[in-house]
Structure formats: structure tokens, C-alpha cells
């Protein structure tokens, strides 16, 4: 295969940038973008040779997920988790007696048992709350003693 004359047939070994790294063993690197102006890389793409475009950009970028990747995400979760409460109301339908302070009364027992899951996660989102606030307030003191 015909390489042209601008491009090395093999990648030349590269050293470690300090003495410490590596042990001081030559390793091969990945080539040098080649450079336009004044030492610049180029911006997206650069002419490898005759009618050869090389992308330098696509390689150095890391693909993060989307808002709408996310979003979807998500909304299949949440379906799922339904339909998982939807079943488990369903197989636990027999009836429970529940008092509550001065209120009584049967409920299935799916659904008493989802009451108190779900109880339970909001006494647990109100000492979050107030936890989050008593660490703002302690933040914007610090911030203002410092400027």
C-alpha cells in the first residue's frame, strides 16, 4: 500500500512526557494532529493526502446521553414501576382493618400497604427538604463572610 510522502508509513515510538512516568519506557503514540497556522490544529476535518478527508473531531469527543434519551429513560421506568404497584395491589386484595389516629375502617391490603409506602416517603422528602435548607443557609453565610 502507497502512503504519500507527508504521512509515516508506522507510528514512531514516543517517550513519557516526565522521567517518573512509565518507568522511562518508550511506548507508541497516537500521531499528531497535523497543524495549520501559527501551530493551530485544525478545526473538524484536515486533508490527509490527495481526495482524503481525516476527522480529528469525532474522536476526541465523548457521547453524553440527551435530554430526550434521558426523558425516555425515565418514562419506561416509571411504566414499569406501575404496573409492578398494579400487580402487587391486585394479588394483595384481601381486606385489612386499619386505624389511623382517629379514622378506622378496611382497606385492601395493597392498598394499605401503598398508603404507608407512601407516607413514609413523604415524612422521608420532608426531613430532606429541611436538611437541604439548614445547608443553604449555612452556604450563603459562608459565601457572604468571604466577599
Do not use: C, Y
Request: charged fraction near 15%.
Amino acid at each position: 500500500m502507497l502512503t504519500p510522502p507527508d504521512q509515516p508509513d508506522q507510528e514512531e515510538p514516543t517517550t513519557a512526557a516526565s522521567p517518573g512516568d512509565d518507568r522511562g519506557t518508550s511506548r507508541p503514540g497516537p500521531p499528531e494532529p497535523p497543524t495549520t497556522r501559527a501551530g493551530a490544529a485544525p478545526s473538524s476535518t484536515s486533508v490527509g493526502g490527495p481526495g482524503r478527508a481525516v476527522s480529528h473531531a469525532s474522536s476526541d469527543r465523548t457521547h453524553s446521553r440527551t435530554r430526550a434519551a434521558t426523558l425516555w429513560g425515565g418514562l419506561g421506568f416509571g411504566v414499569f414501576f406501575l404496573l409492578a404497584v398494579l400487580i402487587f395491589i391486585i394479588q394483595n386484595g384481601a381486606r385489612a382493618k386499619v386505624h389511623f389516629v382517629t379514622l378506622q375502617g378496611t382497606l385492601p391490603l395493597g392498598v394499605a400497604l401503598l398508603l404507608a409506602a407512601v407516607g413514609g416517603a413523604l415524612v422521608a422528602v420532608f426531613f430532606g427538604a429541611v436538611r437541604i435548607n439548614q445547608l443553604r443557609r449555612v452556604a450563603s453565610r459562608h459565601h457572604r463572610g468571604h466577599t
